[in-house]
C-alpha cells in the first residue's frame, strides 16, 4: 500500500469518527463547559484537564460547539496574516551573560527594537519587518507609532521612514536592559489612536 493511500484512509477514518461524534444525540445534553475554558483549550493557554476532557467526550452539544470555535479560531489565525494589524508584543529574554541588551523581537517577529550605545547614553530604533503582511500598508499610511514597556511608558514615539524604522534617543537614565526587567520584561508596539 503506497503512502498517500494511508493517508487517504487516516482522513477517511478521521472525518468518519468526528462526524459519528458530531451527530449523535444525548438526552438532556447541554453545554458542560464555558467558552472560556473551550477557548483556553483550543488556544493551549490551559490544557483541557481530565474531568473536563471527560466532559467534552461525554456531550455532543459541547464537543459541536468545541469545534466550531476552534474553526472559528483557525479562520481568526489566518486573518490575521492579512494587512490589518493592531498591536504586537514582545518580552525581554534571559541573557546569561549579562552583556548590553542589543535588539528585542515582537513575538509575531514583525518589529525589532534596536539599542544602539550611542556617547553616554543610548539608541533606541525600531524597525518593521518588511515581510510583514502589513509592512506595504503602514510604509504607505505611516500613521503615528509608539513602543511602551510593561510599566506603561512610552519608549519611542514617531512615524516609520522610507527604510521603516523610527529612531530616537532612550528615554530614561538606567540602562534599557535593567530597565525592561524592572517594568516586567515586556513592551508593545502599538499605532496611535487620536
Known amino acids: 500500500m503506497k503512502e498517500n493511500d494511508v493517508k487517504t484512509n487516516q482522513e477517511a477514518d478521521r472525518k468518519l469518527i468526528e462526524r459519528v461524534l458530531l451527530t449523535r444525540r444525548v438526552e438532556g445534553d447541554r453545554l458542560m463547559l464555558a467558552d472560556a475554558v473551550l477557548l483556553a ?23 459541536r460547539r468545541f469545534r466550531q470555535l476552534a474553526l472559528e479560531h483557525r479562520a481568526s489565525a489566518r486573518a490575521a496574516n492579512d494587512d490589518a494589524w493592531s498591536c504586537s508584543a514582545g518580552m525581554l529574554r534571559a541573557a546569561a551573560d549579562g552583556a548590553d541588551l542589543a535588539r528585542l523581537l515582537t513575538d509575531d517577529g514583525h ?25 506595504a500598508r503602514l510604509l504607505r499610511e505611516q500613521p503615528m507609532l509608539r513602543v511602551l514597556d510593561g510599566g506603561g511608558a512610552i519608549l519611542l514615539q514617531g512615524r516609520l521612514d522610507a527604510d521603516g524604522e523610527v529612531e530616537c534617543g ?25
Request: glycine share 6%.
Open 41 to 63: 483549550a483550543i488556544d493551549s493557554s490551559h490544557p483541557l484537564n481530565g474531568a473536563e476532557l471527560a466532559a467534552l467526550r461525554g456531550s455532543p452539544l459541547t464537543l
Open 111 to 135: 518589529w525589532t527594537l534596536h539599542f544602539v550605545a550611542h556617547n553616554d547614553g543610548w539608541r533606541l530604533i525600531l524597525s518593521l519587518d518588511a515581510a510583514a503582511p502589513f509592512a
Open 170 to 194: 532612550w528615554p530614561f537614565d538606567s540602562a534599557p536592559a535593567p530597565h525592561f526587567q524592572r517594568f516586567g520584561a515586556r513592551f508593545t508596539v502599538e499605532p496611535v489612536h487620536a
